[in-house]
């Protein structure tokens, strides 16, 4: 499985930015699709997963009511739609797919990760 994130960049406390991954490769094995971030000198942080089968969601606390995860199916990619920027949002954000039927939300259970995009939120 090869995972490609983009749509990182800068913006302003309070606005919103769009995040893609795109999953290509043997997507059959995937189970949860979805992001996790880590800012400087920080642990890898949940953000948000998609479970494939069925669709559920699940968020980080410090981002419910402010992020959403969606699919479009037919294209093998999760959008993460961040709204209400803050600050600490900042971080480098990463795609991360797993096989476990689970859906956790422990980053050493995923399988597969894409390259990190930059998200920088200024004050």
């Known amino acids: 499985v090869q995972l490609q994130a983009s749509g990182g960049g800068l913006v302003q406390a309070g606005g919103s930015l769009r995040l893609s991954c795109a999953a290509s490769?043997?997507?059959?094995?995937?189970?949860?699709l979805g992001w996790f971030r880590q800012a400087p000198g920080k642990e890898r942080e949940f953000v948000a997963i998609?479970?494939?089968?069925?669709?559920?969601?699940y968020y980080g606390d410090s981002v419910k009511g402010r992020f959403t995860i969606s699919r479009d199916n037919a294209k093998n990619t999760v959008y993460l739609q961040m709204n209400s920027l803050k600050p600490e949002d900042t971080a480098v954000y990463y795609c991360?797919?797993?096989?476990?039927?689970?859906?956790?939300?422990?980053?050493?259970?995923?399988?597969?990760w894409g390259q990190g995009t930059l998200v920088t939120v200024s004050s």
């Open positions: 490769g043997r997507t059959f094995s995937i189970r949860a």
């Open positions: 998609l479970r494939w089968s069925g669709g559920s969601t």
């Open positions: 991360a797919a797993s096989t476990n039927p689970l859906v956790p939300t422990e980053a050493y259970r995923y399988n597969y």
